[in-house]
């Protein structure tokens, strides 16, 4: 049993472990500063990727996830910032770096972002050839020729024909376009790709294309990579390993199948429970009563408790331990740290 901030994080193994990490991220808080009053969007979150590993943050909207995702690129958008914490990559805190230092070693080469709904930023008026070779303009000077080959390599890696450097958005599907996308954070070869939310608003046979993509980059390229979502059988699919938020935390966390196939903490079970079934018998679709707590003034003790089933008189007062159960499954719920 361990408390939330004893040097054990959530995903990893420990700080001081052996284990190869790309990312640590340690203690991360991540504040917005709004004339209501301060934001906790992500509140002491820590965990850690392995190299070629895929982690899924799930949970649902407005629990930190985007924030998470947003911090990790030093991109917060103001009034927020990074207020605590460290965020190690390739054994590099690069939170003391500074942003020239950050926008030249890091964001797009060592981590890139593909933005929710970002197929849908494309530049309406350019090809896709040219809005790809902008990228190797900018990061790497190399001349629009160049560029443009590049963007062909790029188009066939993640499966769409190499001619379609010169169509324009409008002429391409909203699964072509995501996949434009995808190929954009590919373009600089970053060992870390971090997904949000890359299936909304696509149905769900480009869903399934979208996801087969990525999880054959990982194995082929060996890319490691952070997929938010508030789809836990989505992100089951193609995770090695899934960390659930709630209200800022990371309340559960472990392998993809022992987390969604032997849950423990009862916000976990809410979002499988509320999973719709294809198959086996009929019955009633449960959700999670009551809405996700305003991060200003966030409850006291477990954060889930005004929603929970099996809340005790220990979830109103104390945060809840973190649980550390077979094969690094760890869960911050009482009902487990009481057993
Ligand atoms: Fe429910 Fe208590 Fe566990 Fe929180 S700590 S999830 S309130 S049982």
């Given amino acids: 049993m361990y408390e939330q901030d004893n040097g054990i994080?959530?995903?990893?193994?420990?700080?001081?472990?052996?284990?190869d990490y790309l990312l640590e991220v340690s203690d991360?808080?991540?504040?917005?500063f709004t004339s209501r009053g301060v934001v906790k969007a992500v509140d002491n979150v820590g965990f850690s990727i392995r190299r070629g590993e895929i982690l899924a943050l799930a949970g649902e909207s407005g629990c930190g996830k985007s924030t998470l995702g947003y911090a990790l690129m030093r991109l917060v958008p103001p009034p927020g910032r990074i207020v605590g914490g460290s965020i190690k990559f390739n054994g590099v805190d690069v939170l003391r770096l500074s942003e020239e230092e950050f926008r030249k070693k890091i964001r797009w080469r060592g981590i890139s972002m593909i933005f929710q709904g970002a197929?849908?930023?494309?530049?309406?008026?350019?090809?896709?050839g040219d809005q790809i070779a902008e990228i190797f303009r900018i990061h790497l000077g190399l001349p629009k020729q160049e560029g443009i080959k590049r963007a062909r390599e790029l188009l066939k890696m993640v499966?769409?024909?190499?001619?379609?450097?010169?169509?324009?958005p409008h002429e391409l599907s909203g699964g072509m376009k995501q996949r434009v996308v995808i190929a954009m954070a590919l373009a600089l070869n970053p060992p870390l790709i971090i997904a949000d939310e890359p299936t909304t608003a696509l149905d769900v046979v480009v869903q399934a294309q979208i996801l087969n993509l990525l999880k054959s980059l990982q194995r082929e390229?060996?890319?490691s990579m952070i997929v938010i979502s508030h789809d836990l059988s989505l992100l089951a699919e193609i995770a090695d390993s899934i960390a659930v938020m709630y209200a800022g935390k990371i309340v559960e966390y472990g392998s993809s199948d022992i987390v969604y196939k032997n849950p423990q903490h009862p916000y976990t079970l809410g979002l499988i429970d509320s999973i719709p079934r294809l198959s086996g018998e009929k019955t009633e679709l449960k959700g999670i009563p009551g809405e996700p707590p305003d991060l200003i003034n966030p409850p006291p003790g477990c954060r889930f408790h005004p929603r929970c089933p099996f809340a005790m008189d220990?979830?109103?007062?104390?945060?809840?331990?973190?649980?550390e159960l077979k094969y690094g499954h760890r869960v911050a719920c009482w009902l487990i740290a009481k057993r």
């Fill in 119 to 128: 197929m849908n930023s494309l530049n309406p008026v350019m090809k896709i």
């Fill in 28 to 32: 991360l808080k991540v504040y917005y």
């Fill in 9 to 19: 994080d959530m995903a990893g193994i420990s700080k001081n472990g052996v284990e």
């Fill in 159 to 168: 499966g769409l024909d190499p001619e379609k450097v010169n169509a324009y």
């Fill in 314 to 323: 220990i979830c109103r007062k104390e945060e809840p331990l973190i649980v």
């Fill in 221 to 223: 390229k060996g890319i």
